[in-house]
């Protein structure tokens, strides 16, 4: 009989099967954050822009900082219908436990934006790829040091007033350097392909190249004119994210837990914008 089980279990992770098999659902509290933003947009020439943005969040349900974001971006308006991006962005996450700023992260970021116009509508598609390096001290067989990130934003807005633009997006991001994770969970321990619990350092990750949506954006909201040259953005966003959580000892040698944490987390947000 042991044999057997040995045998089946075996085939199964030759199938592919355990990787599955090896993942559990953990459903997370729902959360309430806020983000606040300054951003002054400079004209070097027709189409050409230079954008700098400041912006801080918080989460907790509004009870401690979660972050600080500094974006510098330029784009170029290639004509009415196509618009492209580069920028850079350093994230600053803070530690409301240690009360202290955790190690930076720096981002880089490239987008391609179209749009199309019907009467007052105004309907645009946003593909942005972005690499987020992670500084410091870090785990590598938990998170790559690199992520790799593809953004698609799907906005509709309606300029028939006088001031106000209100709009709707939805947004969808793929990570695209996920671990694959090849291991078998017995209902108390990982085991390897050849059902052990110890391996050379990396056993249970096949390769970086796993892809997938972990997080699904809905959001609504207004632009609001203040007058030439500056205007204050107010929405309300609510995001539904699928994280794939690798726990693992620091030698890559015992996969401690492989989880999916789903849950739901809404944003109010404000930005005031200058441009000249």
Do not use: C
Request: without cysteine.
């Amino acid at each position: 009989m042991k044999r057997l089980t040995l045998i089946a279990l075996t085939t199964l992770l030759a199938l592919g099967i355990p990787r599955s098999m090896a993942q559990t659902d953990v459903d997370l509290d729902t959360e309430f954050g806020g983000r606040l933003s300054v951003s002054v947009d400079k004209k070097i020439r027709k189409g050409l822009h230079v954008k700098l943005e400041e912006e801080i969040r918080m989460d907790n349900n509004f009870g401690s900082f979660d972050r600080f974001h500094t974006t510098l971006g330029l784009t170029y308006k290639v004509n009415e219908y196509l618009k492209l991006g580069v920028g850079y962005a350093l994230i600053n996450p803070y530690s409301s436990t240690n009360s202290a700023f955790k190690s930076s992260r720096h981002r880089l970021m490239a987008d391609a934006t179209g749009t199309i116009h019907f009467g007052s509508w105004k309907l645009s598609l946003r593909e942005r790829f972005q690499a987020t390096y992670r500084s410091g001290d870090m785990n590598e067989y938990q998170n790559p040091r690199t992520a790799l990130t593809l953004k698609s934003k799907l906005k509709l807005s309606y300029k028939g007033l006088q001031r106000i633009e209100p709009y709707a997006y939805i947004e969808l991001r793929n990570t695209l350097n996920a671990p694959v994770i090849s291991a078998y969970y017995d209902g108390s321990n990982y085991l390897t392909s050849t059902l052990t619990q110890s391996g050379a350092a990396g056993w249970f990750i096949d390769s970086w190249t796993g892809v997938y949506v972990n997080r699904i954006r809905g959001s609504i909201g207004f632009d609001y004119r203040i007058s030439k040259n500056s205007n204050i953005d107010v929405s309300i966003l609510g995001d539904y994210i699928i994280d794939k959580v690798v726990d693992a000892n620091a030698e890559g040698t015992k996969l401690k837990s492989y989880t999916r944490e789903k849950g739901f987390v809404s944003w109010i947000a404000a930005g005031y914008s200058y441009k000249f």
